[in-house]
């Protein structure tokens, strides 16, 4: 299931990329799960969090982590097999099914149009998008330096995400589509989840969560 070369892992995201629905939103979100991995550079050993927050009051529902060595070598582009698996390890101790994920990483805004979000949403059949804090691919325009300016991102004449403000005059970040999810739907969720940070909420605790893991072990 899970490559172990380059050659391979990209061979199964073009396999994988053509069933990923890129529309819609979820009717009735009451849980948002947001997802994070941590490491020390050099180190093989992975720390994964994901918590579950309610999508109303952002109050946090559940937590769940996994620690692992990575099985995949770190090759830009084929993220979700270096952190994916331990991932989905941390995703199926959870009690409660999310309606949301939220994923710190790319979605459709990847060269091959399947980052992690694509990925792992596909794979736990749930709703999600991307959001990167820096460039992957394509090319777009600075947006306003108000909250909730955003452009387009366009890579080959695509429209792959978009680069959205979440904080009045701090650097953007970079909203795409997982599975299951538009363009739109997808930033209109990256914007209520934020919450006066720059990244939405959930990837946010999950990285502290991450974090609080590898320096305790």
């Not at 070369?5 to 948002?32: H, I, K, N």
């Not at 149009?113 to 990167?132: E, K, N, T, Y």
Request: net charge positive; with cysteine; charged share 25%.
């Amino acid at each position: 299931m899970w490559p172990r070369t380059y050659r391979t892992g990209v061979r199964r995201q073009l396999e994988l990329r053509d069933r990923v629905l890129l529309r819609g939103s979820p009717r009735r979100v009451r849980l948002v799960a947001g997802a994070d991995i941590s490491y020390d550079r050099g180190s093989d050993v992975f720390f994964a969090a994901v918590v579950v927050l309610d999508a109303r009051s952002l109050e946090t529902v559940e937590e769940a982590s996994a620690t692992g060595r990575s099985p995949f070598p770190y090759i830009p582009g084929l993220l979700s097999f270096r952190e994916g698996p331990l991932l989905l390890r941390a995703f199926r101790r959870l009690r409660q099914r999310p309606d949301l994920c939220v994923f710190d990483g790319h979605g459709l805004a990847h060269p091959r149009r399947f980052g992690i979000a694509c990925h792992l949403g596909l794979l736990l059949d749930l709703p999600s998008f991307g959001c990167g804090k820096s460039r992957l691919v394509g090319t777009h325009e600075a947006p306003r330096a108000r909250v909730g300016s955003c452009t387009p991102l366009y890579h080959e004449r695509r429209r792959l995400g978009t680069v959205l403000r979440t904080r009045t005059g701090v650097k953007p970040v970079f909203i795409s589509p997982g599975h299951r999810m538009s363009h739109e739907a997808s930033v209109r969720w990256a914007l209520r989840l934020c919450a006066g940070y720059r990244i939405p909420e959930p990837t946010r605790r999950a990285h502290i969560l991450a974090n609080a893991h590898r320096t305790r072990r």
